[in-house]
């Protein structure tokens, strides 16, 4: 059975983005990026919210790609090679090649798509992941931490939720990023 892989990018005090919807400080640099290329190096599918979707297409059809870091180039390829869920009642269409539409995000689809790939999934985007977590549907979690208060935004969790998890690696980059590598204790 795939394993459910929820990886994010996310500030010191547990934030996707900023109260304005910001994520510029969140950027990888070369370091942080390959070893983000690496982690989704082994995903088969990704799902997403809208929103998520909305700023990973780029990735489909990248202007300017040739002129971009290698590092760039070989995100561009990782997340071509993958199929796309996109789980949103309001998208009209998606614009990706592998990418499919659906009105509502269930976990019975999800436990049904992780009986039937033979590649791991990503879960992208704090809104469905927190579903997801919520129906014990996710297996992992890693989190790029960033050295950054921004004070309030999107969390990466949902609030008043308890989860056990094992940590099972670490990772200290040069730019002060934290990665933290944690499987999802199940009852």
């Given at each position: 059975?795939?394993?459910?892989?929820?990886?994010?990018i996310?500030?010191?005090?547990?934030?996707v983005?900023?109260?304005?919807?910001?994520?510029?400080?969140?950027?990888?640099?070369?370091?942080?990026?390959?070893?983000?290329?690496?982690?989704?190096?082994?995903i088969?599918?990704?799902?997403?919210?809208?929103?998520?979707?909305?700023i990973?297409?780029?990735w489909?059809?990248?202007?300017?790609?040739?002129?971009?870091?290698?590092?760039?180039?070989?995100?561009?390829?990782?997340?071509?090679?993958?199929?796309?869920?996109?789980?949103?009642?309001?998208?009209?269409?998606?614009?990706?090649?592998?990418?499919?539409?659906?009105?509502?995000?269930?976990?019975?689809?999800?436990?049904r798509?992780?009986?039937?790939?033979?590649?791991?999934?990503?879960?992208?985007?704090?809104?469905?992941?927190?579903?997801?977590?919520?129906?014990?549907?996710?297996?992992?979690?890693?989190?790029?931490?960033?050295?950054?208060?921004?004070?309030?935004?999107?969390?990466?969790?949902?609030?008043?939720?308890?989860?056990?998890?094992?940590?099972?690696?670490e990772?200290?980059?040069?730019?002060?990023?934290?990665?933290?590598?944690?499987?999802?204790?199940?009852?």
């Amino acid at each position: 059975m795939a394993k459910l892989i929820y990886a994010a990018i996310c500030s010191l005090d547990g934030f996707v983005n900023d109260a304005n919807g910001n994520f510029d400080w969140a950027m990888p640099d070369e370091e942080v990026h390959e070893a983000a290329n690496a982690l989704q190096r082994g995903i088969g599918t990704y799902l997403y919210g809208r929103r998520m979707y909305e700023i990973m297409q780029v990735w489909g059809d990248f202007p300017g790609i040739d002129g971009e870091p290698e590092v760039v180039r070989d995100y561009a390829q990782i997340w071509a090679g993958a199929d796309k869920h996109v789980f949103s009642s309001t998208l009209a269409e998606v614009s990706t090649p592998r990418t499919h539409l659906h009105r509502e995000f269930t976990p019975e689809g999800v436990r049904r798509l992780k009986e039937t790939v033979s590649t791991d999934i990503s879960i992208g985007g704090p809104t469905i992941a927190a579903v997801a977590l919520q129906a014990g549907l996710i297996d992992e979690i890693h989190q790029f931490l960033h050295p950054i208060l921004i004070g309030g935004g999107t969390p990466v969790f949902p609030a008043s939720f308890r989860q056990g998890l094992e940590l099972l690696g670490e990772r200290r980059f040069d730019s002060g990023v934290v990665h933290l590598h944690h499987r999802v204790l199940t009852d």
